[in-house]
């Protein structure tokens, strides 16, 4: 019984570790082969969950179950992201398509482990496909959903008659009506956002263009 709690332990701990390890890449800035933080990030999680499975279920199939190891692995990789998106929903929408992605991952592993040879390098090919193309492409279309309201951002141009008003870093409220007549630019961002440092090159170059134009204001 003791070694089977060691194992279902060292179980749930290799799969923490893998969640610690991807974590760091969406707030990185750097990006690769057109890839941003974020589909890095779940891109490596789906290599690194679904190799961790098939070894580790091969790794222990005679000490036991390969369901056993399942939940292990499942509650090993939603021990830190799990509770993070319970109690801050909507916050951590950008992040929880990802972490469903890996759910998948991990569950597609459990069942493609059973498999005959010949049949699961088929299956676990076309299992790491799916998981590359809901890392990129899947992931480019849930934040379009979660930034544009749509899946292939797209903008509804609207017309305010109204300007509206907000709270400025000191404090003071700023209305934009008084900058009526004006070219405005206005830069929201914030400090764990790694698309709003990718842009802020573009912002600056902006800035220099126009800061001594009379009639361009930037805030």
């Not at 021990?79 to 398509?97: K, Y």
């Not at 569950?107 to 049949?119: G, N, P, Q, V």
């Not at 009526?180 to 630019?185: D, E, N």
Request: some cysteine; proline content about 4%; charged content about 15%.
């Amino acid at each position: 019984m003791k070694q089977k709690i060691k194992i279902y332990l060292i179980i749930i701990f290799s799969f923490a570790l893998v969640f610690l390890i991807i974590v760091p890449l969406r707030g990185w800035g750097l990006s690769i082969l057109g890839l941003n933080g974020r589909m890095q990030s779940s891109l490596l999680g789906v290599i690194l969950y679904y190799f961790l499975m098939m070894w580790i279920t091969s790794k222990y199939r005679e000490k036991t179950s390969p369901k056993s190891v399942l939940i292990c692995a499942l509650i090993g990789m939603s021990i830190l992201p799990l509770p993070v998106h319970v109690i801050d929903f909507t916050p951590t929408l950008g992040t929880l398509f990802e972490y469903i992605i890996h759910l998948l991952i991990v569950i597609a592993a459990y069942f493609c482990y059973k498999l005959e040879l010949k049949s699961k390098i088929i299956v676990s090919i076309f299992i790491l496909v799916c998981g590359f193309w809901l890392s990129t492409t899947g992931n480019k279309l849930w934040q379009n959903k979660l930034n544009y309201g749509s899946f292939t951002g797209a903008l509804e141009a609207k017309v305010v008659s109204v300007a509206p008003e907000f709270t400025g870093e000191d404090g003071q409220s700023v209305f934009l009506s008084a900058f009526k007549g004006k070219y405005l630019v206005l830069d929201c961002w914030y400090t764990h956002c790694g698309y709003c440092y990718q842009d802020m090159p573009h912002v600056q170059k902006l800035y220099e263009k126009y800061k001594d134009n009379p009639w361009c204001i930037n805030i």
